[in-house]
Every structure is written in C-alpha cells, then in structure tokens.
C-alpha cells in the first residue's frame, strides 16, 4: 500500500466542501429547471434525477403519474420490495435511506434466466422479470436499462399479473427504449390498469436515473 504523505499542491481553484457542493449543486439545478408541470411531491424526485444526469432540460421529458410519490413512499414504508433489471440499477440504491430494510432484487443472474430467454426467444433482462412473480404484487420496480424487460412487464400486467405499487420505467437506448416508455404512459388509458409510474420520454434513461430516483423516493429529505 502507499504511504500518503498530504495533499498534492493546490491548483486549481474549485470548491472542496461537501457539503457546499451537494448544496450549490440543488440550488443550480433549481435555478435552472423547469419543474412547475410535475406533481408537488415530485420535485424532489425530479431535482435528483437531474442531479445524477447533468441535464436540467430531462425536467421536460419527465412524466410523473400524480399518485407516483404517494404510493412508492407507502409500499416502501411497509416493506415492499424493489425489483430491478439491472445490478447496476440496485447497487446505485442508497440501502441507509430505505425506510424498512427493503430487500433489492435484481433476477438477472438466476440461473433459471438464459434457458427461459432461448425458449421464449427474448432477452435474459425480460426472462428475468417472469421469475418476480411471487414478488410483484405491491413492490417497487425500476427497470433502469432494458426496454425488453418494460416491455414484458408491461405484457404480464396486461395478461393479469399481481400489480407493483408504483413502476420506475426509465430504460436507455436506440431500440425500444422510448417505445416502451410511451407504453407504460399509455398504459392506463390502453389498458385499464392504473398503476402509478414514472418516467422519461425519449432515448434518455439508465441506471443511474433509475437508482437516483429510488433514492428520493425512499427518503424524502434530499
């Protein structure tokens, strides 16, 4: 191991507090957003997806179910689980600020998932999601990453599956990801089924949107 002697010269002149930057960073994002078309109890939400893509215009493609924030909070209050397509998706949540001890699931490496994606003949994120059956009915899900396992999701609810509490529908890409997402919003309305969600119009999503807004729902203090 190597033997730290002190800081290296000082160069540059940029801000080294914390906690200076976490606030600068809430109030720029503020400053420089548009959030007034989302639910109240959804700023916050909003303010830390920001935070964790760089981007203030996401404000504008983000589609915040007015019952979001309520129903996520409750579930998770209560124990219920979150469910997740990505590992990446679930080691991005903050295990301190999950107000039950919530179990993160995340299937994907269950060695039931590659024979289920060959014999369905679609990809191991949306076999994954079959096996959450006995989980589903009143959990937290994110899928951060794959629009085949939103897709799927999507079909199991359709076909009559257990209804999560609350959806985070946030997945990247070039190929279905803004399909999907537009699903899930036309979900209700299409379907009947009215499950409280989240998510952002357009290629835009991943991992790290997901997990950040996880986090804001799990602990409300930013």
Known sequence: MGTVTGPPTARYGYQRDG???????FATIRHESRLAHLPADAEKVAVRMIHACGQPDLAADLV???????EARAALRTGAPILTDAHMVASGVTRARLPHGNEVVCLLR??????LAREWGTTRSAAAVSLWADRLDGAVVAVGNAPT????????LADGAARPAAIVGVPVGFVGAAESKEALAAFAAEHG?????L???????????AASALNALAREQE
């Open 110 to 115: 269950d060695e039931r998932v590659p024979e």
């Open 19 to 25: 906690a200076a930057i976490y606030r600068e960073s």
């Open 64 to 70: 915040v179910h007015p019952r979001l924030v309520s």
């Open 193 to 197: 089924i009215d499950v409280p969600f």
């Open 199 to 209: 998510t952002v119009r357009g290629r835009r999503g991943g991992s790290a949107l």
């Open 149 to 156: 396992a939103l897709f799927h999701l999507l079909e199991l």
